[in-house]
């Protein structure tokens, strides 16, 4: 990559007892960078994270943020980072808008930019309302809005689309893409495979303290060279027809519809159109979700 | 105005988080208000007590005696009606003047008012006696009032019960912020704001002083009210030092709580535990003086009795300036070493 490296993570480790929460973890990402760090639960991104941010001491490894190194804390690097946390860190009884009031001044920046924000991750209306009042999904736009109200040019984002609903999902997707236009950079981390797929430049793979694999989504997906899912309702076709096209490796029959696994899509989708056999036909490829179980041998579970 | 300082800002969440808590306010204000109010109505009947006098008559002796403002007149046409009073043990006593000649009826019932009331009419008559005759006396008596009227009642009750109000608010709310800010992960969060660490405790800080000087206003004020009757010393300033010295060194026992503490619960069990023997055993409620010498010896290790005591001190008693330096080297001594021991206690996060 030509451009210059935001973050430089140098084979950090990181123990609590005998459990290796993070595990030898290196990578960089480049300024703009939308990063996606991607694993089930314990996999160790929010210690990867939170010693990137500066939280934590690595017991061994080295980190560069923006140049410098985040620990000990270094109050010149602090206002050009931004960070949610993982649980949402708020005043007692303060609304919305003074939270975010609260840390612009914390920053230095004007409160003017409290309404900018709120009105950046849809929270206009529940400016008023309190934080113990606020729903879930309404904090955790609350707590991105926190990290983005001093305009910082790296973005941490700890699941910041849990507990949302699909709705509000998409819309924090465009906010997020939003900010990336902007020039930020962004490291995220998340359960959902396919949003990484959507959102990301590229994606690290973690598991166990480890990063399994890191590339862009569709560079990982391509490499598992896995086969295409044609999904037919169930009697359109009969399992012995299906086998005879070209390119068929497997069919497969449940109770409500039959499969059928090939790397050759194409024709197979020609001969079914050829048959007129296209009614409420899916096609599955490969997700992050098959590279997942493809790496570990495990189902991925969020 | 657009762009506050950090230390504003976060003193303004504060004061914000606490006055929207009515649980906090209530133990702030109107639960030690209830104790002020309900001491000082007690203590009003017996510490602004004067003697009842049936009274038969008028005179330069009667006038006179209304003039000392410590007894209380009960008028009676006929000295029979007024007799008849005393018998009973309705009054005390009463005063006739006819004339010149002055007379005087007591019960003998009780013996101290008696007393009290031949001793307070024959001074009078002394007096009247010296002003008609225009003849100086030979000798003189030169009595001035020490200090014991002002330990009664009101008096005594008011520094007491702002003293431990300051203390409990202060500990209490030290400890319980910095739990939930420790839990809440604000702390955390503050630590990833271009800020210091000073920012974030002197706007504590100084929200705990705010918080006790309006209960200082408020209990005070009160007490001030003429039915209560409170009269501060003319020195009562000098007690400004000893309640911010105070105020500050029990916020830094409430740090101390709130470094030990990783629930809430736990820092209110804390915090009582350290609050609430320091109360009863730091003449909060009752004189510490009329108490055995080895629990007078043993107050002698809290703060709390330094504070009540440096109060007492100026806000009734009139001590001069030289009356400083004791509780206020007690109190900074506290706050600094019990603000070492929470500074070295003290974690971002559990
Ligand atoms: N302060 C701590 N003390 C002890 N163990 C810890 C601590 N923090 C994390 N761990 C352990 O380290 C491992 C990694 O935790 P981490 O929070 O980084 O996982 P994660 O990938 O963020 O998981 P999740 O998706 O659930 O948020 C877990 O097994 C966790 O139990
Ligand atoms: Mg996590």
């Known amino acids: ?174 906010v997020l893409r939003a900010i990336q236009e902007r020039g930020k950079t962004i490291v995220y981390t998340t ?77 197979v989708l020609a001969a079914l159109a050829e048959r007129g056999r296209l009614d409420g036909l899916q096609v599955r490829t490969a997700t992050l979700e098959d590279v997942f179980l493809d790496l570990t041998g495990r189902e991925y579970r969020a | 105005m657009s762009r506050p300082s950090a230390f504003k800002s976060l003193a303004a969440a504060a004061v914000k988080g606490y006055v929207r808590d009515k649980a906090t306010l209530f133990f702030t204000f109107f639960f030690p208000l209830m104790f002020l109010l309900v001491f000082g109505l007690i203590f009003q009947d017996t510490g602004t007590d004067k003697i009842k006098l049936g009274v038969v008559g008028d005179g330069p002796v009667i006038s006179a005696l209304e003039k000392t403002g410590t007894v209380e007149f009960e008028r009676f046409d006929s000295m029979d009606a007024a007799v008849t009073k005393v018998r009973d043990g309705d009054l005390p006593g009463l005063v006739a003047q006819n004339g010149d000649k002055v007379t005087v009826r007591y019960a003998q019932s009780d013996q101290t008012r008696a007393a009290m009331v031949q001793g307070l009419v024959g001074g009078v008559v002394d007096k009247v006696n010296v002003q008609v005759t225009g ?85 005070v004020g009160l007490a001030l009210l003429p039915i209560f009757g409170l009269k501060l010393s003319g020195t009562w300033y000098l007690s400004i030092p000893v309640f911010l010295l105070g105020t500050v060194a029990f916020f830094a026992i409430g740090m101390l709580v709130g470094a030990f503490a990783k629930t809430e619960d736990a820092a209110v069990g804390a915090a009582n535990i350290v609050v609430l023997p320091m109360a009863f055993l730091s003449g909060t409620f009752f004189p510490i003086d009329n108490a055995p010498g080895w629990l007078k010896a043993v107050s002698n290790v809290f703060p709390l009795r330094h504070m009540n005591d440096g109060m007492l001190n100026f806000l009734v008693r009139g001590k001069g300036a030289e009356a400083l330096l004791l509780p206020c080297g007690v109190l900074l001594g506290f706050t600094v070493v019990v603000g070492f021991i929470a500074s070295r206690v003290f974690s971002w996060e559990d």
Not at chain 1, 96 to 114: D, I, K
Not at chain 1, 195 to 206: F, H, K, P, T
Not at chain 2, 210 to 215: F, I, S, Y
């Open chain 2, 135 to 219: 003849q100086a006396p030979r000798f003189s008596v030169d009595s001035t009032n020490v200090e014991d009227q002002s330990l009664k009642g009101i008096q005594y009750i008011t520094p007491g019960i702002l003293s431990w109000a300051v203390a409990a608010s202060a500990v209490f709310g030290a400890a319980l912020t910095l739990v939930t800010w420790r839990k809440k992960q604000v702390l955390r969060r503050l630590r990833l704001a271009p800020i210091n660490a000073s920012t974030v405790l002197s706007a504590r800080v100084a929200v705990t002083i705010g918080v006790a000087v309006v209960q200082a206003v408020i209990f």
């Open chain 1, 191 to 267: 359960h959902y495979l396919d949003e990484a797929e959507i959102l990301c430049d590229r994606v690290a793979i973690m598991d166990r303290g480890r990063i399994l694999a890191m590339d862009p989504p569709a560079t990982l997906v391509r490499g598992l060279d896995a086969a295409t899912h044609v999904i037919l309702e169930k009697g359109a076709l009969t399992e012995a027809e299906a086998r005879e096209f070209a390119g068929v490796e497997e069919v497969h029959t449940d109770e409500v519809s039959l499969t059928i696994s090939t790397r050759q899509p194409a024709p």
């Open chain 1, 1 to 174: 990559m030509s451009e210059t490296a935001a973050i430089a993570v140098d084979d950090i480790r990181k123990s609590y007892g005998d459990l290796k929460a993070v595990d030898g973890v290196s990578f960089t990402v480049a300024e703009g960078e939308f990063f996606g760090i991607l694993g089930p639960n314990g996999a160790g991104k929010t210690t990867t994270l939170e010693i990137i941010e500066g939280l934590r001491e690595p017991d061994s490894g080295s980190v560069t943020l923006l140049g410098r190194s985040p620990w000990p804390r270094d109050v010149e690097l602090l206002p050009r980072i931004g960070v949610q946390l993982q649980a949402s860190a708020f005043f007692d009884k303060l609304t919305a808008r003074e939270q975010l009031e609260t840390f612009a001044a914390l920053y230095g920046v004007t409160a003017a930019r409290a309404g900018e924000v709120l009105e950046l991750v849809g929270l206009t209306d529940k400016a008023e309302t309190r934080e113990d009042k606020l729903s879930g999904g309404q904090r955790q736009r609350l707590s991105i809005a926190c990290a983005l109200v001093h305009e910082p040019d790296v973005v941490f984002l700890d699941e910041p689309t849990a507990a949302l609903d699909p709705q509000a999902r998409r819309n924090l997707w465009d």
